[in-house]
């Protein structure tokens, strides 16, 4: 069983940043995958980036360039850095990780981008 709590969540204005953090009850180096999702209001869960057990890092196209995907080994966490956020960027966001058996899920953090 792997717990994740993601934190860094918040109002912000339109071109601004925000880093979510997601700590992991294991490990983080002992994970298979980890990734970002997030899912806003009458959408689905959408992924956003992955990083892989050899900082293997993929995006998908609507925040490459201004989404980066980390782990901070001194804290135990993978990290989002957000910058040049949009008004469609408000969702919650979720972390994901695996292990070679299981995929678990954070209990999201909200993001609200408006001026």
């Known amino acids: 069983q792997v717990h994740l709590v993601e934190s860094g969540g918040g109002l912000v204005q339109p071109g601004g940043s925000l880093r979510l953090s997601c700590a992991a009850s294991t490990s983080i180096f002992s994970l298979r995958t980890m990734a970002w999702y997030r899912q806003a209001p009458g959408k689905a869960r959408e992924w956003l980036a992955q990083?892989?057990?050899?900082?293997?890092?993929t995006y998908t196209a609507s925040v490459k360039g201004r989404f980066t995907i980390s782990k901070d080994g001194a804290k135990n966490t993978i990290d989002l850095q957000m910058y040049s956020l949009k008004p469609e960027d408000t969702a919650v966001y979720y972390c994901?990780?695996?292990?070679?058996?299981?995929?678990?899920w954070g209990q999201g953090t909200q993001v609200t981008v408006s001026s």
């Open positions: 994901w990780a695996s292990t070679p058996s299981m995929g678990y």
């Open positions: 990083i892989t057990a050899d900082d293997y890092t």
